[in-house]
């Protein structure tokens, strides 16, 4: 595709549900980030993945958040038992190979609201 | 840790006006600066990235300069449009990560007709 897509658009849920955010990259891409962000403020970096691995999860809040790429293209962030404090908009990006000069393009993110 | 500070927090100007957006941070050490354009409730675009050995970056009416030792970047818009009202944030590649970019909580600039 010409950029990087993201669905649902939207997600509300219950307290305690199971979500799952998906990212489609830019073609040929081979970096993979994901941010949450809270409203009023900037971006937070969760996960990077290079290829299929997550080269660095050192953003995921705790244990109830989970992301994956199996194949090196889609990756699938995954909040199990959501809490009203995980409502934010999630944004992912990708870039050509992760390389310092890159500029990293975003999707048009996730906007989840846990009720 | 990086931090990464934007000022003013919101800004209005009429139409026509130039204006420029300040963002500063606390690592000099950085790979690259990035500034983004966020619509209300969108994703980001990318405007500007400059390397940490440029010091200035242009996009038609758009300037973006780079001061590493000082810590700052400022993003100058020219004749500025009601269009151009949006979140604008800055983002640094840096901070011991060569790939983690840290945000600014963004400047909300309103270009009044």
């Known amino acids: 595709g010409a950029g990087v897509s993201q669905t649902p658009s939207n997600k509300v849920t219950e307290k305690g549900k199971y979500v799952e955010l998906r990212c489609d990259p830019i073609?040929?891409?081979?970096?993979l980030y994901w941010y949450r962000q809270s409203l009023g403020q900037g971006p937070e970096f969760l996960i990077y993945f290079q290829g299929t691995g997550a080269a660095d999860d050192s953003g995921l809040p705790n244990d109830r958040f989970f992301a994956v790429r199996p194949e090196g293209s889609v990756s699938t962030l995954k909040i199990q038992r959501t809490e009203r404090g995980d409502s934010a908009m999630y944004l992912c990006?990708?870039?050509?190979?992760?390389?310092?000069?890159?500029?990293?393009?975003f999707g048009p993110g996730t906007r989840l609201l846990v009720l | 840790k990086q931090e990464v500070t934007q000022i003013p927090a919101a800004l209005s100007v009429p139409e026509g006006e130039n204006l420029v957006l300040n963002c500063s941070f606390t690592d000099s050490a950085i790979y690259n600066l990035q500034w983004f354009r966020q619509d209300p409730g969108k994703g980001l675009t990318s405007l500007l990235l400059i390397q940490s050995s440029q010091r200035e970056q242009t996009s038609g009416r758009l300037n973006a300069s780079l001061d590493k030792s000082s810590g700052r970047s400022t993003l100058y818009i020219a004749a500025s449009q009601p269009g151009d009202s949006a979140t604008y944030l800055c983002?640094?590649?840096?901070?011991?990560?060569?790939?983690?970019?840290?945000f600014g909580k963004g400047t909300l600039l309103t270009v009044n007709p």
């Open positions: 983002a640094d590649r840096g901070g011991g990560s060569n790939y983690k970019l840290t």
């Open positions: 990006a990708s870039s050509l190979a992760g390389g310092p000069q890159e500029t990293q393009y």
């Open positions: 073609s040929g891409h081979t970096a």
